[in-house]
């Protein structure tokens, strides 16, 4: 198996969850010794997330996959996917080739690097703009609003957020679960308070807390804001992640059912613990 990241990817923590779980699974199938696994990503190092870390997350999933038997490649760029192999080539700091990779594989799987969608073009088929970046996402404020189209807003993965810092092989901002409905809580605000004639001053904080499920293990991370410097900068390790994730999922679908946003107690919860949606001294 081999599995990971393209060069321009941003999402990078399902890929981690992918191959971990993969291994779970293995093992409880006991045929585990007889799938060697590859982690092929663009991030300069294992654990980077596009975030530049988020706590000790390098040295966590390092010694995860350590445990696990996998090996990697980072700093990679893909040259080609193949039915029976994937070959990359894996490049120095300053971006030049170091060496070419030709890895044998019956199962891939990699993450691609999103763009935006042919709606936001012209009739001349370029992106709009003003609009969108060169690769078609929105540009907009913490107000989700962007500058050239005030009336429009845009929220989630669409959005267009500059990469952390410069990287040998391009490397995308995540837009992780907490941090979109930060988005989507300013927006529904704001269009509402314009709607009725006032000016729109809810700003997103933009926070990231993730569960990242391996099986029987996992990794929780808070990054608050997503985008550093960040006031909470943590990551923690063990079984009871897992736990937590299978609990959350159940409790988010049975939220989303409901058509419950955000419940009291969650936001009790979530503001307990420093987290919010909304900026301090806006009119949340």
């Known amino acids: 198996m081999v599995i990971g990241a393209v060069q ?4 990078f923590g399902p890929a ?7 291994v779970s699974d293995l093992r409880n199938r006991k045929i585990r010794d007889r799938v060697p696994i590859t ?3 663009s991030e300069p190092y294992i654990g980077h997330l596009g975030l530049g870390g988020v706590g000790d997350t390098k ?5 995860v ?3 696990r038997d996998i090996k990697w490649v980072t700093n990679a760029k893909i040259d080609r996917i193949n039915a029976d192999s994937v070959e990359a080539t894996e490049v120095n700091e300053d971006g030049s080739p170091k060496k070419t990779h030709k890895i044998a594989s019956k199962f891939t799987m990699f993450l691609p690097a999103f763009r935006g969608v042919d709606c936001l073009k012209g009739e001349d088929g370029k992106w709009i703009e003003g609009l969108t970046n060169p690769r078609g996402f929105v540009t907009v404020d913490r107000k989700q609003r962007n500058a050239k189209y005030p009336n429009i807003f845009s929220v989630g993965v669409c959005v267009a957020l500059p990469p952390f810092e410069p990287t040998p092989v391009p490397v995308g901002m995540p837009k992780t679960g907490y941090m979109i409905e930060s988005m989507c809580s300013a927006a ?3 269009i509402r308070d314009l709607i009725a004639g006032k000016e729109a001053t809810h700003e997103g904080t933009w926070n990231a807390v993730c569960l990242a499920d391996f099986g029987d293990n996992g990794i929780i991370f808070i990054a608050q804001p997503q985008i550093p410097p960040r006031n909470i900068n943590w990551s923690a390790q063990g079984y009871w992640v897992h736990l937590a994730k299978v609990a959350y999922e159940k409790y988010f679908m049975r939220k ?3 058509g419950h946003c955000e419940p009291v107690y969650e936001r009790v919860i979530m503001k307990a613990l420093g987290i919010v949606r909304l900026r301090s001294g806006t009119n949340a």
């Open 8 to 11: 321009g990817a941003s999402c």
């Open 16 to 22: 981690y969850e992918y191959a971990l779980t993969a």
């Open 39 to 41: 982690f092929v990503t």
């Open 59 to 63: 040295g966590m999933l390092e010694s």
């Open 65 to 67: 996959m350590r445990d």
């Open 188 to 190: 529904a605000h704001n």
């Open 256 to 258: 989303v059912r409901g």
